[in-house]
């Protein structure tokens, strides 16, 4: 019992877990959005034969964190740390 609890808990890729989308449903926005992930997955599949048996995941697209957006962040916040920084010295 205490194992398939354990399995659960574990089912699918860790918080910080990278990787590329392979599959994505464009016409139904509640759709999963089919990850092919650079590790292992636990509980992992391989998307219909595009990765391996074990590094493919269907996740939902709230659950994910791109990349390209953080880094955009990242430069807005230097950005404004610089102009601060000149308007108060």
């Keep these: 019992m205490k194992s398939l609890i354990l399995s659960i808990l574990v089912r699918g890729p860790s918080y910080g877990s990278r990787g590329k989308v392979m599959l994505a449903f464009e016409d139904n926005g509640s759709s999963k959005i089919g990850v092919r992930f650079d590790k292992s997955i636990p509980d992992g599949n391989d998307l219909g034969g595009l990765c391996e ?3 493919g995941f269907f996740c939902s697209g709230n ?3 791109l990349i ?3 880094l955009l962040y990242l430069r807005i916040s230097i950005f404004y740390a610089i102009i601060l920084a000149h308007i108060i010295y």
Excluded: F, G, K
Aim: glycine content about 0%.
């Design 68 to 70: 390209e957006i953080l």
């Design 63 to 65: 659950s994910l964190c």
């Design 53 to 55: 048996d074990d590094r």
